[in-house]
């Protein structure tokens, strides 16, 4: 009985002397695994508070929050977007924002946004330019316009 009491107490002094020497290690591995846990809680927050389908074509004024991030390009594009949308319906699928002419005009207080849309079917294309003048103090559209027409499309027969 004396050796297993030896052989126990033998055990619980080297792990004790192994726990001493690897305590650094083991104080290590905590506060990695504390900083991810940390990491995971705020990215999960983040992505519940600013949900990325709020960000879609749809613009809603009443969700956003001015006083903490004021009015800006990217908003100016949202609205002129949504515009399109509802004016020129569903169909254009593809915007892209024409970041040569999309700009702030400071003399008369608007933001001016320039989209390209198109569509692309069997037998047409239609590209348009849409121009959208935007007021950041009504957040509204003041102008709109588009210009473009359906083209006929290319195609190849060889038979």
Known sequence: MSSTVTYISNIAGSLAAALKRNKQAVWVISVMFLLL??????????????DPSK????????????????FGINDAIAI???????KLGSQFKHTIVDDLSTRVDTTRGIYLVVLKASTVTSNMNDQRLIYCHVDPKDYIVSYFKTHGAKRRQFTLSFF
């Open 80 to 86: 002129c977007r949504t515009e399109a949308v509802v």
């Open 55 to 70: 960000f879609n074509d749809t613009f809603n004024l009443s969700e956003r929050d001015y006083s903490l991030n004021p």
């Open 37 to 50: 846990v940390a990491t995971c809680a705020a990215t999960i927050f983040f992505v519940h508070k600013y």
